[in-house]
Structures are given as C-alpha cells and as structure tokens.
C-alpha cells in the first residue's frame, strides 16, 4: 500500500500543473462550502435568538384552536385557572427548562385624547416575562424604569410613539371589550417605547397582567398562553415533545386533548426563512460534490489517456489489475486529501479572522447586529468525508478502465 501511495504522489507530481488546477478547484469549493454553512449558520442563530428570547420564546402552550384564531385574539379561548396550573406543574418537571411566562392577549383601541388607533396588548408578569424572555428589556428605546412595566403603565411600539406623537409620561386610555361584550376603559402612563425586532409594522404593546385582567373585568386568572425558555434550542423537539405527553391527559368535554404545544418555528414567519437557508445550505452542499467530481474525474480521465503505453507496460511485466486499480483510485484519494486539508485550514483561517473582526450588520429594526461565524467540528468532518468520497468515487471509472486494459493494444498506442 505504501509503494502505491508513493508511485501516486510521483505522478500527481509528475504532472503538476494539472495536479495544481485539481486540488485548487476541490481548494475552492471546500471553503465555499465551510464559510456558507458557518456564516449562514451564524445568522439564522442569530436571528432565531432574537426573535425568541425577546418575543415568542421557544415553546408557547395554548388551549386548542387559540393559534387558528391568533389573528382575532379571541378571549374564549383563554387557559382556565386550573390548565394553566397543571402546565405550570408540567412544567417545574422539566429539566430543559429554565423560565416560562403566562400571558394574557387582547386586543383593544388606544387614544391619547386627540387619536385613536389599534393596538395589540400582552398583559405580563415583569419578571417572569423578563427572565423568559432576556432579550425584551434591550429593545426598550425610550423609558423603561424599575422593572419592565409596572402597575398603571405601559410599554407601547415605536410606530405608535411616532405616529401619535406620545412621549414617555403622557396618559393613554385603553378600550378593551371583554367576553361578554360589555367595554370597559382605563387610563395609562406610558413608560417605555419599544422597537420591534424584524420591521417596522409591529403593534405589540405590555402591561402588567393584574392591569389587563382589570381592564377585561375577568374574574379569573385566566390567561392566552404561556411561554416557555428552554435552555437552548436543541432541546425544542424534545422538550416539546414531553411537554406534549405531559398535557396529554388535559381533555375537554369532547375527549379531545385541550392544549397544544407550539414551537417557535409555528408561530414565526421567519421559519420560512430558516428553512430556505437550510435549502441554500443542502444546494451548496451539492454544488462541492459536483466540483470534485468533475474535476477529479477529468484530471483522473487524462490521466489514463496519457498513460495508456504506461500501463500496458506495467501490466505486461506482471502487475496485477488490482494494483493499476488501486494506483489511480490512491491518486485520487490524494487529491481530495490534499484539497480537502488545505481548504479546511484556509476555512477555519477565515473564519477565525472574522471572529476577531466580526461583521456588523441591520435586520429589519435591529441596529449593528454583528455576525460572529462557527463551525461545528461534525460539519468539518462530515464536508471532509464527503469530498474524500466523492474524489475516490470519480478516480473508480477511469482506474477501473485502466485497470481492464489489454497490454498489447496499450503497448501499440500512439
């Protein structure tokens, strides 16, 4: 085996400008595959981290059918006291957990006295709502205070700030219509402005939950949903999962399970996005497999063209097909290592640099996000053994030709 590797390196050698032109294109498409997945890779982390760890979370629990009518906000499908206990209990069993927040959603209209618009309200406990959702307080512009909203305040979206020309200290009213049809009002101090995280067009504001279940005249601690902070996102299919189980045995009076468990890629549009960045991914992916190929192919093609008196008299001094084969397979096993070792070191080179000199960069309302790209060791390895593959898989024909040549007929080529 090791004359064969030696033989393969003297020929590769032999014809060093091909050889060169090979391993740079199998050079190329190593680390354009290397710096996608870790780039693309970085900024779907970066996004999906900024969405839920400062609006969704990663799992949210409702009662069935609240998500078909999420639109609405409809307060007959609230949580009871009695589900929302049970899913706390479910939820203190977890050990993936690390805080969950129970909400309550509605929507109603908001007026400073001269306008009056529209506005979609959470009602939250700050802290709970603050520890499951990290990110909520940093995308307060304007106010804030102690704690993230308190009794008799509000925290109201920047496109309404603007638009209504409202200011931190003003008083709002809120109209809500509660259940049973009967409107209620109730005056507000605005204490924060926030922005959104991926445009301009959210209407999403905060009070505290004992405000809103006062402005709904509820008589229950009834809530829309709860939502829940994993301690990453490798758990999310697990933990969603055993929550499922756990809520199993909640049913409502027709038999049927009456919560459902959602992770953030049902209740985000970005999902989308994520997928098709996946896809991109998986494209890219084939892209490098069709780089090696045909270089390695072609570059293994020529090869045996050139060399078929070669051949023919190697086989006829009595080396055996197996050994021809094994030679050229050897060459292009060779040059997948080659480029697949270079184009690793000069991927990691880079991605390296870009940690000590991270991009910055805006996504939507986000200002001067900044990319931070990694790799996981698996991708590295798994890239790698593709273009190895792949490289011995092109070298398999042509070695194979060379390999069934009849010595005569190789021996009488010109």
């Given at each position: 085996m ?14 060093w400008?091909?050889?060169l ?17 870790s780039?693309?890779?970085s900024?779907?982390?970066?996004i999906?981290?900024?969405i ?5 979370g990663h799992?949210?629990v ?8 999420i639109?609405n906000?409809?307060l ?12 706390e ?6 050990g993936?957990?690390v805080?969950?927040?129970p909400?309550?959603k509605f ?13 979609r309200?959470?009602?939250v ?11 909520l307080?940093?995308?307060l512009?304007?106010?804030?205070g102690?704690?993230?909203?308190e ?5 109201i979206?920047e ?5 209504m020309?409202?200011n ?13 049809g009967?409107?209620?009002g ?11 995280v ?8 905060y ?9 709904l005249r ?15 996102l ?7 999962a055993q ?9 409502n009076?027709?038999?049927q399970?009456?919560?459902e468990?959602?992770?953030w890629d ?6 989308n ?14 892209m ?5 190929l ?10 045996v063209y050139e ?8 086989s ?8 021809i ?7 292009g ?7 697949t070792a ?14 000590l ?14 990319l931070?790209p ?9 890239i ?11 070298s398999?024909?042509?070695a ?5 040549m ?9």
């Amino acid at each position: 085996m090791l004359k064969i590797l030696k033989l393969a390196v003297r020929n590769l050698t032999r014809y060093w400008r091909r050889t060169l032109l090979t391993a740079g294109l199998i050079i190329l498409g190593v680390v354009a595959v290397l710096l996608f997945v870790s780039v693309s890779g970085s900024f779907k982390g970066l996004i999906v981290g900024q969405i839920t760890d400062s609006m969704l979370g990663h799992v949210q629990v409702h009662r069935k059918g609240y998500v078909a009518s999420i639109d609405n906000l409809p307060l007959n499908l609230n949580m009871k006291p009695g589900a929302v206990a049970r899913v706390e209990q479910a939820l203190k069993d977890m050990g993936d957990v690390v805080a969950w927040s129970p909400r309550l959603k509605f929507g109603a209209m908001f007026s400073n006295f001269t306008e009056t618009t529209s506005i979609r309200l959470n009602g939250v406990l700050p802290k709970r709502e603050a520890a499951a959702m990290p990110m909520l307080p940093g995308r307060l512009l304007q106010g804030g205070g102690n704690g993230l909203v308190e009794r008799g305040k509000l925290l109201i979206p920047e496109i309404l700030a603007k638009g209504m020309k409202i200011n931190i200290g003003d008083t709002v009213v809120l109209v809500a219509t509660n259940l049973d049809g009967s409107v209620n009002g109730k005056t507000f101090t605005v204490q924060g402005v926030l922005g959104d995280v991926t445009g301009p067009g959210g209407r999403d504001g905060y009070l505290h939950l004992d405000d809103a279940r006062e402005l709904l005249r509820l008589t229950e601690a009834e809530v829309s949903e709860i939502a829940v902070r994993l301690k990453g996102l490798d758990q999310l299919p697990s933990a969603k999962a055993q929550l499922a189980r756990a809520l199993a045995e909640i049913r409502n009076p027709q038999g049927q399970p009456a919560l459902e468990v959602h992770g953030w890629d049902q209740l985000s549009p970005f999902a989308n996005i994520a997928r098709m960045i996946d896809l991109l991914d998986l494209f890219i992916r084939v892209m490098l497999v069709s780089i090696v190929l045909i270089a390695v192919m072609n570059v293994m093609m020529m090869a045996v063209y050139e060399r078929i008196r070669e051949i023919g008299a190697i086989s006829a001094i009595g080396t055996p097909p197996r050994r021809i084969l094994g030679l050229f397979l050897a060459e292009g096993l060779l040059l997948g290592l080659v480029g697949t070792a270079i184009g690793t070191a000069l991927s990691l080179g880079i991605i390296y640099a870009l940690n000590l000199w991270p991009v910055h960069f805006s996504f939507g309302r986000q200002q001067d996000l900044v990319l931070v790209p990694t790799i996981a060791t698996a991708d590295v390895l798994l890239i790698g053994v593709i273009v190895l593959l792949v490289a011995v898989t092109a070298s398999l024909q042509p070695a194979w030709k060379a390999a069934r040549m009849d010595p005569i007929t190789a021996l009488r080529h010109v």
